[in-house]
């Protein structure tokens, strides 16, 4: 090698494929590197600590050669491969360092998070760089914190990935944590590596690293300082010691742009033509029995040579022109001009060889639908030109050309193979990735026109003139003007409305099929629309429908019409000869009128009460019956899937598309299900031992298991798996092995915690990724494409592409009020608790602690003598102290409870919960509060535990973690998290608003309320009852909502006992006031859209008397009343089109709020965001004034809103939905845990939860609801 630009871009003759398209480099040997003599360098060499973030092929063998090298104790962090990793260990197949099986790094983790428990020298980065999809400073955010930063320090960050600039992000991160100049380590690596498996890693004989210190927008420094080179000779040694080659230079910026030469010449054009370089190269075989592909025909080689060649050149002569405007020298240590020339030949060499096979990165991942690095291969090269006013036509016309053709797979196989659910391969279209891109580098993003004009202003202001009437829905008052100004996308795409009129139908089957599951009348109509008759009657193209009873037709039909539909099975060749046989009767029920929709949208006042429901939910039917369905994913358990809902707005009817989640069931042998599920029905019994009477054996008992094998001569394997009941009224009852999953079928039963927890996992993808999926493949499997669907044109429906636009501002935080400091919010809408007490502290005082042992490893503590727990309590009453608490005494009670082991015959465990009662009733005197160290996470005793406490003991318990408050890692944070709910629970106020944002509270006497109903879930005993909960604030601070909590019937969302549960609230306040409020303001959680004029008809009445309840001779009570709605059960998203409104994952900041655009034509109504996001695509809430009589400005409620999310107690951030809604969430959880026993299905009146008297289920719910709560928790936040 004669240069360092020549090293850049040397090339290596692989065989294989390799996991990245740059990672290339020279044959050098196909020896193996000998072992290394580790006792030599241990005795001399201090070990240093190194986390390496990716595990995957580069990442497996730089931690091996790092722990080979014996110089560094590795940490890896592996996500989607950590289980097998942690239980077989890897297999590397290397040519250099040989067939290693079983290797594991010195320590595991499954994420940084857990990694970041100690300092390390230095952190390498082996993941992709993908800043349009996740963040460096994302994926390393655990280490980034500043609370990591002042415990350990700051590490030295190596980042081996390709692309420019992709330090700026964490430089800048690193910068802001007031340490010093971050240090970071660039590189360029050459290494031929790629995963087989999960677990089994190939290497060929070659890796090559070279080394430079990153300087922040430094592109002329020539000389490593002296501290320069001593980190980088340090992590050099480390490396060389372990086999890898390794060059050190002082200008790793220019060695990183010269190979990024190739990446943007060839594997962009590989990944455009989705052809390998042997087919611009390769000439074809000479010899007839040598036979490859792909290679340049005779007929094709004179236009490569004019035509590809050069365009080829051209882009690369581009690159040289921005490495000058970089100042990099036209020297051999520099840019030399022969780079092209040298890049273009060297790459011909390579390729021209009949065994060249090698893939370029970008093609690899584009062929397996992984996430590709085209922003910092490609777009960071566009960027540092426009800086610089260069204008580089090719390369700016490949950018967004490769976008196009390759644009990501949204959700991985690696991303979502966690325990119990594995996903689709999501593959997203184009379109949204340039419009992504485009938005982030100022790209147009102009609100729509119909929001520009004063259209909207002026209807609002009509509205002001119209008299409401009793019971309607108040008008929106005006739209909002605090905050800044933004623009954002929302999920909403633009739909003609077709001039109509449609015609509605009622379709009935008979043999009635009113029974029948979903799958048979959806072949119902498969078969019926294949048929003559269907043809015959001219449906064809013209017909939508819903698959059940209702079909929308652009023409009227003939009447009568009849269907006849021959019924068979997919599985099924054809109908057979006595088959079933359906007669679909289609009858005609109105014609719907859609030029009132286009008059209502318009806000013109004498169609403000026109039903557009029949008009809408005929479009519904419209647009969901012509989807393209995509692949079904086979045995896939999570599908991703799209949701469309057409939605009327200020002039114009929008289509809402939205990403979405299911679970489905895995296709395939019950069998494994069962096992795999380690099923445990209650009361079912296996076939080998469940008898009945056999009339064809002469009346005589016989097993299920015999009857199988005297009659179908069948011998079960699995005699000892519980029967399946696939009967219906009368049941019917089968081994397992005999049945088998059908495909398709979607889960609708409750999930456990942990499918739960993986759910989210699978669904909580980043916001441009899900904009991504929706403007690509959802407009694609919906079948909005123009063109698309025949039955669209034939309704003269038709979709935009785009995303609408829409106005939206940032609202600012409240300002945050303590006893002693005032923290500062910040950019994710938190704070921290340092050197800040309480506003008020409460008495802890006659406090007990009582410590769960289960009789397994999980427990902690030994008994109630383990030192380690009176360390733990002290620790914990300390921090009480510190927060402006009063503890007395310092040393609590302590009982221990020895729970009694887990079995079928108990399965809530009420021998434990027993266990439990009989310890606390050992205290001497009934404790003012109870910390409870829970063993595990059982659902079963925690649930029990409450029921106990709240209903029948009357004790306030804060429950917690035995592993988790012992851990030494973040204890004190969550000291201090436990002592929020000691200081509620006991009555105090942790934090208040700032005085100046507490104005319009203050006017005058004033109650904030929350109700919120839960329902029965999806497993429990059929008649479980409903539990509805009100909780309502009731002193001057707005922090304290004690709770009324009712059971009602089952399922029914509006409060049956709303005014006994006002009426105990109204009392309360003016218990504590020595007042009534004169304004009650009413946030009112879980009612659907179709459900807010049941609210104002029923719910609305029922405060009313309660009202009357507070009348006096001389002056009834008559406060101001304002009802709002909170809605996060709806399919809204937003992004931001400008990346400084954004967060870190692109989601909008905390305070967005939007009342234009997407939200009601007539209503007052807006959308919300207080909170930052946490993980995927932030949800905003929808707030709906349903009654008014405060008379609210748009701005007043929007920011008494925002300010009120700040004041959820438990926590140091505002939160998602208005506390006082969030509260009355968390009081009916609580209610769930009094029928925790009904809700598993488990009843003493009632064997299963498909069966039982609904009357007994009601009184057995009654008996353990127990009155609900004690005298001593009713007027406390008890729920919290």
């Given at each position: ?8 871009i040397t090339?290596?003759?692989s065989?294989k ?23 030599l360098?241990?005795?001399?060499v201090p ?37 097998i ?13 040989g ?19 100690r ?6 980065l ?9 963040k ?10 500043a ?11 190596v980042?081996?990935q ?14 802001t ?10 590189t ?9 498996a ?8 070659f890796?090559?690293v070279?080394?430079g210190?990153?300087?922040?927008n ?15 000779n ?8 372990g ?85 990099f ?15 273009l ?15 370029p ?17 490609l ?9 610089r ?25 690696e ?21 992504d891109?485009?938005s ?11 929001l ?7 209807l ?5 003139t119209?008299?409401?009437?009793p ?5 929106r ?25 449609l015609h ?6 008979s ?12 072949r119902?109509f498969q ?5 003559p008759?269907w043809q015959?009657a001219?449906l ?39 088959g079933?046989e ?6 005609y029920?109105q ?19 026109y ?15 012509h989807?393209?369905p ?27 598309v ?12 019950l ?28 009346g005589?008992?016989v ?19 519980q029967?399946?009941d696939v ?35 699978v ?11 929706i ?22 429906v ?11 501002r ?16 910040d ?9 800040v007490k ?10 007990a ?15 109630p ?10 620790g ?13 005494p ?7 409870a020895r ?24 205290l001497?005197?009934?404790p ?9 996470g ?33 204890q004190?944070?969550y ?13 105090g ?28 879930g999806p497993g ?50 003016k ?13 009112r ?39 709002v ?9 937003f992004y ?21 655009g997407?939200?009601?034509v007539?209503?007052?109504?807006f ?9 995927g ?6 707030y ?8 609210f400005k748009a701005d ?8 009120v999310s700040?004041?959820?107690a ?11 809604a ?25 064997g299963?939860?498909?069966?039982g ?24 936040m008890?729920?919290?």
């Amino acid at each position: 090698m004669t240069s360092k630009c020549n090293i850049s871009i040397t090339i290596w003759t692989s065989t294989k494929r390799t996991e990245s398209s740059d990672n290339l480099g020279q044959n050098y040997h196909n020896l193996l590197v000998p072992p290394i003599d580790r006792s030599l360098q241990m005795s001399t060499v201090p070990i240093k600590d190194v986390l390496v973030v990716g595990f995957g092929a580069v990442g497996t063998i730089y931690s091996h050669i790092l722990k080979r090298s014996g110089l560094a104790r590795v940490t890896a962090v592996a996500r989607s491969n950590y289980d097998i990793v942690k239980d077989e260990g890897l297999h590397i197949e290397s040519r250099k360092y040989g067939d290693i099986k079983g290797w594991r790094p010195d320590r595991l983790c499954r994420s940084v998070l857990e990694a970041a428990d100690r300092p390390y020298s230095f952190v390498l980065l082996t993941t992709k760089a993908l800043p349009d999809v996740i963040k460096t400073t994302k994926v390393l955010s655990p280490l980034l914190s500043a609370d990591y930063a002042e415990r350990f320090g700051q590490p030295t960050y190596v980042l081996m990935q390709n692309g420019l600039n992709v330090e700026v992000d964490l430089y800048n991160a690193v910068k802001t944590l007031g340490k010093g100049e971050p240090s970071l380590v660039s590189t360029a690596v050459w290494i031929a590596t790629n995963l087989k498996a999960p677990n089994v890693v190939e290497h060929n004989d070659f890796d090559r690293v070279t080394l430079g210190a990153y300087r922040h927008n430094d592109f002329t420094t020539t000389v490593n300082s002296p501290q320069e080179t001593a980190l980088l000779n340090d992590l050099g040694k480390i490396l060389e010691t372990g086999g890898s080659t390794v060059l050190i230079v002082p200008e790793i910026q220019r060695m990183k742009f010269a190979k990024n030469f190739w990446n943007v010449g060839f594997s962009s054009f590989s990944t455009l033509t989705r052809h390998t370089l042997p087919a611009i190269f390769r000439q074809p075989p000479e010899d007839s029995s040598v036979s490859y592909r792909p290679y340049v025909s005779p007929a094709t080689a004179q236009f490569i040579s004019t035509y590809t060649i050069p365009a080829i050149k051209a882009t690369l002569d581009e690159l040289l022109i921005l490495g000058r405007a970089l100042g990099f020298p036209d020297t051999p240590e520099g840019l030399p001009s022969s780079a092209v020339t040298s890049v273009l030949e060297a790459t011909r060499a390579l390729h021209v060889k009949p065994d060249s096979n090698h893939v370029p990165s970008m093609l690899l991942d584009a062929q397996k639908g992984q996430p590709i690095e085209v922003e910092v291969i490609l777009g960071e090269v566009v960027r540092m030109a426009r800086e610089r006013n260069l204008e580089l036509p090719r390369t700016q016309a490949v950018e967004p050309v490769v976008a196009l053709q390759v644009a990501v797979a949204a959700l991985t196989l690696e991303e979502v193979a966690v325990a119990g659910v594995e996903g689709h391969h999501l593959v997203v279209a184009s379109e949204g990735v340039v419009a992504d891109r485009a938005s982030k580098e100022g790209g147009p993003a102009n609100i729509d026109a119909r929001l520009m004009d004063n259209s909207q202003d002026a209807l609002v202001a009509s509205l002001q003139t119209l008299k409401v009437k009793p019971n309607e829905l108040p008008v929106r008052p005006g739209f909002g003007t605090e905050g800044r100004t933004i623009k954002l996308r929302a999920n909403f795409f633009p739909v003609k409305v077709p001039k109509g009129p449609l015609h509605e139908y009622d379709v009935a089957i008979s043999p009635v099929a009113g029974t029948a599951i979903r799958r048979v009348k959806r072949r119902i109509f498969q078969l019926a629309e294949q048929s003559p008759d269907w043809q015959a009657a001219g449906l064809v193209g013209v017909v939508a429908h819903d698959h059940s009873s209702k079909l929308i037709a652009a023409r009227q039909l003939p009447q009568p019409l009849s269907i006849k539909v021959p019924f068979y099975d997919e599985d099924e060749a054809g109908p057979q000869p006595n088959g079933k046989e359906y007669t679909l009767t289609i009858t005609y029920v109105q014609p719907i009128d859609t030029s009132a929709l286009v008059k209502y949208m318009a806000g013109q006042p004498q169609y403000r009460d026109y039903d557009i429901m029949p008009v809408i939910s005929a479009l519904n039917v419209i647009l969901a019956a012509h989807p393209n369905p995509g692949k079904s994913g086979g045995c896939l358990e999570a599908w991703k899937g799209f949701y469309s809902s057409v939605r009327p707005s200020h002039n114009q009817l929008m289509v809402n598309v939205n990403v979405c989640t299911t679970a489905f069931y895995k296709p395939g042998s019950l069998v494994a299900a069962m096992q795999e599920f380690a099923s445990s029905s209650f009361g079912a019994r296996p076939a080998a031992f469940h008898k009945f009477k056999a009339d064809e054996f002469g009346g005589r008992e016989v097993t299920v298991e015999e009857y199988f094998k005297l009659k179908y001569k069948i011998n079960l394997r699995h005699p000892e798996l519980q029967l399946v009941d696939v009967g219906g009224q009368k049941a019917n009852l089968l081994p397992p092995e005999l049945c088998e999953i059908l495909p398709n079928q979607p889960f609708r039963g409750k999930l456990t915690d942990e499918h739960t927890a993986n759910m989210i996992t699978v669904a909580a993808k980043p916001p441009n990724i899900n904009a991504m999926s929706i403007t690509g493949s959802g407009l694609d499997q919906l079948g909005f494409r123009p063109n698309a669907s025949p039955q669209l044109n034939a309704f003269g429906v038709s979709i935009g592409n785009q995303m609408t636009v829409v106005p939206g501002r940032i609202l600012p935080p409240p300002g945050i009020k303590y006893g002693q400091g005032t923290p500062s919010v910040d950019e994710k809408a938190s704070w921290n608790l340092r050197n800040v007490k309480f506003a008020k502290g409460a008495r802890l005082e006659k406090w007990a602690v009582l410590v769960i042992l289960d009789g397994n490893s999980r427990d902690e503590f030994s008994s109630p003598t383990d030192p380690e727990l009176k360390h733990t309590y002290q620790g914990l009453a300390q921090m009480c102290k510190q927060s402006g608490m009063s503890v007395e005494p310092a040393d609590p009670k302590i009982v221990a409870a020895r729970l009694p082991p887990k079995t079928h015959t108990d399965p809530t465990r009420a021998q434990a919960i027993d266990a439990i009662r009989n310890s606390l009733k050992t205290l001497p005197a009934k404790p003012s509060m109870v910390l409870v160290l829970l063993s595990n996470g059982d659902k079963h005793v925690y649930s029990g535990l409450k029921h106990l406490c709240d209903c029948y003991l009357d004790i306030p318990t804060v429950c917690v973690h035995s592993a988790k408050i012992r851990k030494d890692k973040g204890q004190l944070q969550y000291f201090a998290n436990v002592a929020l709910k000691f200081n509620m629970k006991l009555g105090g106020v942790n934090h208040a608003l700032d005085p100046r944002n507490m104005t319009w509270l203050k006017k005058s006497p004033t109650m904030l309320v929350g109700i919120d109903v839960t329902h029965p879930g999806p497993g429990s005993v059929k008649g479980t009852p409903s539990i509805a909960a009100v909780v309502a604030s009731c002193e001057p601070e707005f922090a304290q909502y004690p709770a009324s909590m009712e059971i009602q019937e089952s399922k029914k969302e509006m409060v049956t006992n709303l005014a006994k549960m006002m009426w105990e609230r109204l009392t309360l306040f003016k218990t504590r006031n020595k007042v009534l409020p004169d304004r009650i303001l009413v946030y009112r959680d879980g009612v659907s859209e179709g459900q807010f004029n049941t609210v104002v008809e029923e719910e609305l009445p029922a405060m009313k008397l309660a009202f009357r309840k507070f009348d006096t001779a001389q002056k009834p009570y008559t406060p101001k009343l304002t009802i709002v709605i909170c809605g996060k059960r709806h399919h809204t998203r937003f992004y931001p089109t400008a990346e400084q409104d954004g967060d870190n994952n692109g989601n909008p900041r905390p305070g967005t709020v939007v009342d234009r655009g997407v939200t009601a034509v007539y209503n007052f109504d807006f959308f919300l965001q207080a909170h930052g996001g946490l993980q995927g695509t932030t949800r905003p809430t929808h707030y709906y004034v349903v009654h008014d009589e405060i008379n609210f400005k748009a701005d007043e409620l929007q920011t008494l809103t925002n300010a009120v999310s700040y004041m959820f107690a438990r926590a140091t951030k505002a939160v998602s939905l208005v506390s006082p809604a969030y509260y009355a969430d968390l009081a009916c959880e609580r209610g769930r845990c009094y029928l925790h026993k009904l809700l598993q299905g488990i009843s003493s009146s009632a064997g299963s939860a498909a069966s039982g008297n609904e009357e007994n289920i009601k009184r057995e719910a009654e008996q353990l609801w127990n009155n609900g709560v004690g005298n001593m928790l009713k007027n406390t936040m008890f729920y919290l």
